[in-house]
């Protein structure tokens, strides 16, 4: 089975460029998870989704942020303007509806995102 | 807030020698889940092993083992026979029981661990 394909896989732009980060959840999860990771601060939760819709997006740094799910098959991260501090990994996760609650998440390959 | 520390920034192993990763974790809730991700060079995050917070019994996964001690908040992953292929980072996770917490998992700083031939 296909996991979580997220794209691209790395991505060097120039500060105050748009950037948009995709991911493709596994087939019949219900949950969608952004997650970033950089040294100083780990992994952390950005935005999550139920069902297409925004459940949490406490984590989301500031308005240059969004996220979108317009199906069940397909998510966007987008940051603009990006800023040299966004550089980090960027992690697509999803998971059912049964595994929600005990914390099993299936997570991509990341998106290595650098802002020069 | 929960909060969860890996105090071991990184840990190396000879290979078929058995291993410990630290975990301790803060919160004020009886019921939680807690886990060990690995994420290996391919960045893909990949669960090891989950405890559930009311059983009293440590879970176990072939050569992977925890130490489970609520009363004390430690959650350490042991690792047995050790293998070149268990080299990654390994994160240690909380996630709470209450529904408004909704799915959020809170990581630790991770741990590197070299396995050495």
């Known amino acids: 089975d296909a996991g979580v394909i997220q794209s691209p896989r790395h991505e060097v732009t120039e500060m105050g460029q748009e950037v948009t980060l995709r991911c493709k959840p596994i087939?019949?999860?219900?949950?969608l998870f952004w997650y970033r990771q950089t040294m100083m601060r780990g992994l952390e939760l950005l935005i999550y989704f139920n069902n297409n819709v925004p459940i949490d997006d406490s984590g989301m740094p500031e308005d240059r942020f969004s996220a979108k799910m317009p199906n069940a098959s397909f998510s966007t991260l987008k940051i603009q303007p990006s800023e040299p501090r966004d550089s980090a990994v960027y992690f697509c996760a999803s998971t059912s509806r049964d595994r929600v609650y005990t914390g099993e998440l299936f997570f991509g390959e990341g998106s290595r995102l650098t802002v020069l | 807030a929960q909060t969860v520390t890996q105090s071991q920034p990184e840990m190396s192993v000879q290979e078929a020698e058995t291993v410990t990763l630290s975990c301790t974790y803060d919160?004020?809730?009886?019921?939680?889940?807690l886990f060990w991700y690995k994420q290996p060079p391919s960045r893909q995050m990949i669960l090891v092993i989950r405890?559930?917070?009311?059983?009293?019994q440590n879970a176990t996964e072939n050569r992977f083992s925890v130490n489970f001690q609520k009363a004390a908040k430690s959650f350490s992953l042991k690792i047995s026979d050790s293998q070149l292929g268990d080299a990654a980072m390994y994160f240690c996770?909380?996630?709470?029981?209450?529904?408004?917490?909704?799915?959020?998992?809170?990581f630790g700083e991770g741990t590197q661990l070299t396995v050495n031939p």
């Open positions: 087939s019949g999860h219900d949950y």
């Open positions: 405890q559930e917070a009311y059983k009293q």
């Open positions: 919160t004020s809730e009886s019921d939680y889940y």
């Open positions: 996770a909380y996630r709470s029981e209450e529904e408004t917490s909704g799915s959020r998992l809170t």
